[in-house]
């Protein structure tokens, strides 16, 4: 199967809210922006809802991604739909009709992802594989910006890239959490194409010098993939 383009997604939840339409700007480079919904419940953070995502989507031109991490996506989804959402992620973990929610995110034309926490196996994803656009390897556990990538994380992206050439599908594989110039090499040699990185970027001076060594160093580890 042929190798999937290389995207660049960095998270909002890293920026400074005071200033973000300028925040926006410094990161035109990229490809998608992240948008990482936290309800305190399903993570032990609060972060932004529908009315941000609204202006989020006034000021970028960038498709966006949404990271629901939230305990009730059959409620949440339509809302972030409506606020503009171009890929839709829920995870595994919170839902009960994982096939139900894909459908309605289909239906508004935006593209579904399901989110696997780091203890969730890959194995879950058998029965709905086919009907992903993309999936999300966590490769933290989520709620915070700026912790450490979890390095079993590459064991799952293998599994996860077996798992999809027994279906025959090739969809996007994110990975969120702990991404930065040192190791995304090797996480897109196991596997993954889409590349969430909020502190790395969002810290850095030069936000896009940070977006273009995501990408050059994305670029060499894609290239050693068994
Ligand atoms: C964590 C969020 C991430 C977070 C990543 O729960 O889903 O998107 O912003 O931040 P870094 O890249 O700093 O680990
Ligand atoms: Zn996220």
């Known amino acids: 199967m042929p190798d999937k383009s290389i995207l660049i997604a960095p998270s909002v ?3 400074d809210f005071t200033r973000l339409g300028d925040e926006l700007q410094s990161i035109k480079s990229a490809d998608l922006v992240h948008y990482d919904v936290m309800d305190g419940h399903f993570v032990p953070n609060l972060s932004f809802g529908t ?3 609204r202006q989020v989507r006034r000021a970028t031109d960038l498709p966006l991604d949404v990271h629901l991490m939230v305990s009730n996506p ?9 606020a503009g959402a171009d890929i839709v992620t829920f995870h595994y973990e919170a839902q009960t009709h994982a096939n139900r ?4 995110i289909h239906e508004a034309g935006a593209k579904a992802c399901v989110a696997l926490n780091p203890a969730t196996p890959v194995a879950l994803l058998d029965s709905i594989i086919e009907d992903l656009d993309m999936v999300l390897v966590m490769t933290v556990n989520p709620g915070f910006g700026g912790q450490s990538f979890i390095p079993s994380s590459l064991a799952k992206l293998r599994s996860l890239r077996k798992l999809c050439h027994e279906h025959g599908v090739s969809p996007d594989v994110e990975v969120d959490g702990g991404i930065g110039p040192d190791n995304v090499a090797e996480v897109a040699a196991a596997g ?3 590349f969430v990185a909020g502190s790395k ?5 030069d936000r896009s010098a940070a977006i273009e060594a ?4 994305a670029t060499l ?6």
Do not use: C, H, M
């Open 13 to 15: 939840l890293s920026a």
């Open 51 to 53: 009315e941000i995502l």
């Open 74 to 82: 059959e409620e949440q989804v339509p809302w972030y739909l409506d």
């Open 101 to 104: 929610i894909v459908s309605q």
């Open 192 to 194: 993954a194409n889409v």
């Open 201 to 205: 970027v969002f810290k850095a001076e």
């Open 214 to 217: 995501l990408r050059t160093n």
């Open 221 to 226: 580890g894609t290239a050693k993939r068994a």
